[in-house]
């Protein structure tokens, strides 16, 4: 389906009755990243799935994807579905996205995981990074794109997973470059939404990759119990939805079943 937003197209999927949840892919990926999650959450909720900017079918919105302009993006697909409360899971960068939202309105939120995300900022280490590949990205898109993604993994899950890797690879190697760039960009820029996780009243879930070389596992933990958040910690890497496919949705429907 496509909803017409500020000159633009934005792309989602609607599957199920009941409650509504709604999935937000990471960066370089798009809402098939959920295609293996979708029909098991939707045996029992209304689950929305949902290509932020600059991804998959949805069209660039200007030279920066701020999070909080990808997150009243989210919000204008979920008022012309009429919805008034929701539980929000969003895969790392989507996960921040998540966070843009609930701030924003606190109120709609029943329940937040975060996966293979955080709350936190970037340090000024990751900040170097991101605009350090945006340059690159400017000249050797491909390469660019084909070693942070691949990083994502675990090295083992480089071997078990490889098909699976490498369909989601060429998903991400159609991301558009302004998309690549606005959204890194984006991500460079956000704020600390630490508070927003804290004290949210909402059930909470993280989930936690113990070798995620994006995300500090001690720091993870720690994050998850100052928020009084549940965790559901793997054995694997960032790229939870294809390493630990299983105990993912496992862990996934359960948490939506408490909220």
């Given amino acids: 389906m496509i909803l017409e937003y500020k000159g633009i197209p934005i792309f989602y999927e609607d599957h199920g009755k009941g409650s509504a949840v709604v999935l937000l892919h990471g960066f370089l990926e798009n809402s098939t990243m959920w295609k293996e999650i979708v029909p098991e959450l939707s045996k029992t909720h209304r ?48 996960g ?6 609930t701030e924003k309105h606190p109120e ?51 071997i078990r997973h490889k098909v699976e890797m490498e369909n989601a690879l ?16 984006g991500m460079r820029i956000r704020k600390n939404r630490r508070k927003i996780l804290k004290d949210g009243a909402f059930k909470k879930l993280i989930v936690i990759g113990k070798k995620d070389p994006v995300l500090n596992f001690e720091q993870s933990l720690k ?10 910690v793997f054995n694997d890497g960032h790229m939870s939805h294809i390493e630990n496919k299983d105990e993912l949705i496992f862990a996934l429907t359960q948490f939506v079943r408490k909220c």
């Fill in 47 to 94: 689950v929305i799935t949902i290509d932020l900017l600059g991804h998959g079918k949805t069209e660039c919105l200007g030279y920066i994807h701020s999070m909080e302009t990808m997150a009243e993006a989210v919000y204008a697909v979920l008022r012309s579905l009429n919805l008034r409360r929701i539980i929000l899971i969003g895969h790392s960068m989507g």
């Fill in 96 to 101: 921040y996205v998540a966070l843009a939202l």
């Fill in 108 to 158: 709609m939120i029943k329940g937040l995981c975060l996966m293979n995300s955080t709350s936190l900022a970037d340090d000024e280490e990751r900040k170097k990074l991101r605009a350090r590949a945006n340059k690159m990205a400017q000249n050797n898109f491909n390469n660019i794109v084909r070693m942070s993604f691949t990083n994502l993994f675990g090295e083992g899950s480089k």
């Fill in 170 to 185: 060429k998903e991400a190697l159609n991301t558009p470059v302004q998309g690549y760039i606005a959204c890194q960009e």
């Fill in 223 to 232: 994050e998850a119990e100052e928020a009084h958040s549940e965790t559901a």
